[in-house]
């Protein structure tokens, strides 16, 4: 039977995927068809395969198993988040605006700085936490409003059903980055968006060993654009990382369940350590958009950052950390601490970083599987050296 009819919640959905196993010979664990081309078997015939660039029987689980979990009509896997960000945006046109979420990911704001930029699309960057900054912001020409929710590195919740209204009746999509809450914890395109987009190389590869990007659709239409983007462009996931992400995505829940638990226990902590002097976590009892991120995510995460009293304490506790790996990425099953302004929003302008707290002194957690106590013992020596 097709797994992708039965009746289930996401925890079971994850486990099983779209078909779930080879239909041929019943393998349970997906085959890596790990193939460039394929035999046609007569004259104008295909066997519904016919070139990997433009489908492959691993990949099209893939997608089908993440437009399940995001609750799309098609999802799309590519080589890297940045390739799918890049496909969404060759939807638009020479002359069309974007509007940005403010507090991004470094590499998102680079793409449109640099090669949108030089292909004709224009763009601002927009707090849009605020739905007035976003009208005064928005242009005649606006086609596309990218919303990063909670937001890379300051955990800034944006209300995602109230911009997909405000959006729609200006004629212009919505693309949100998903990569920190995942489709287990916040499905934006059941809130009135109209593309999710992942770093798939976060939480649902999971291991910190693959990276791979996804875009899934809302309609169909959509999808068959995407569809042309990606296999003219060609910037897919290759079979064996399309088999790796199947299998990061089964311990999905656990994984998410697990490393949301230690977050809310370094939180606590944090919070109250004489060295932190803010802390940015959506699920801090006094973050200012709580209660916004309870009406649309079934939780937090496992992302924070935290502003340290003292600059010169950065370089000590990202040499001492022991059990957590001071590195740049986030989500996988090993806790890292990143230092943004260095590494992940280099490319974001001085003055805005400036402007949103991402400056010297502070830091940004993605917290692992790891046993909680442990991982605060490791903060602890770090912060105090001893
Ligand atoms: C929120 C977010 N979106 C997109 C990306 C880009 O993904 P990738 O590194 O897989 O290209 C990143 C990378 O860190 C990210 O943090």
């Known amino acids: 039977m097709d797994k992708g009819k039965l009746d289930c919640s996401l925890e079971t959905r994850v486990v099983h995927g ?26 104008g015939k295909s066997t519904g395969f016919d070139y990997t660039r433009q489908d492959n029987p691993t990949r099209k689980e893939l997608e089908e198993t993440m437009a399940i979990l995001e609750s799309g009509k098609r999802g799309f896997a590519f080589s890297t988040g940045m390739a799918s960000i890049t496909a969404c945006l060759d939807l638009l046109s020479f002359g069309d605006h974007v509007l940005y979420s403010e507090d991004l990911y470094g590499g998102t704001y680079r793409v449109a700085e640099t090669t949108c930029a030089r292909h004709g699309l224009s763009f601002n960057l927009v707090d849009t936490r605020s739905l007035s900054a976003v009208e005064a912001a928005w242009k005649p020409s606006t086609k596309a409003l990218v919303i990063e929710s909670p937001s890379n590195p300051m955990s800034r919740v944006s209300d995602i059903r109230a911009l997909s209204a405000l959006a729609h009746t200006r004629g212009a999509i919505v693309i949100v980055d998903n990569t920190f809450l995942t489709p287990l914890l916040q499905r934006p395109l059941e809130l009135g968006a109209d593309i999710v987009i992942h770093s798939g190389t976060k939480f649902l590869a999971g291991h910190n060993d693959t990276l791979a990007g996804f875009a899934v659709v809302a309609d169909t239409s959509l999808g068959e654009r995407l569809f042309e983007i990606q296999r003219t462009t060609g910037g897919v996931l290759a079979p064996f990382d399309s088999w790796l992400l199947l299998r990061g995505i089964k311990t999905l829940a656990v994984r998410v369940e697990k490393q949301e638990r230690n977050a809310h226990a370094i939180a606590t902590w944090l919070a109250k350590r004489p060295e932190v002097a803010a802390l940015h976590y959506a699920g801090s009892p006094d973050h200012p958009q709580r209660a916004l991120s309870e009406s649309q995510s079934s939780g937090f995460g496992s992302m924070m950052a935290f502003t340290l009293r003292d600059k010169e304490l950065v370089g000590p506790i990202l040499e001492r950390v022991r059990v957590i790996t001071y590195a740049e990425s986030l989500g996988g099953v090993e806790s890292l601490i990143t230092y943004p302004i260095l590494q992940t929003h280099a490319s974001t302008p001085k003055e805005l970083r400036d402007r949103l707290g991402v400056d010297e002194g502070l830091l940004r957690l993605s917290v692992g599987i790891e046993a909680a106590a442990d991982l605060i013992a490791d903060l602890e020596q770090a912060f105090t050296g001893r």
């Open 18 to 43: 779209s078909q779930g196993f080879d239909p041929v010979t019943g393998a349970v664990s997906f085959p890596i068809y790990q193939t460039a081309t394929f035999r046609h078997p007569g004259l």
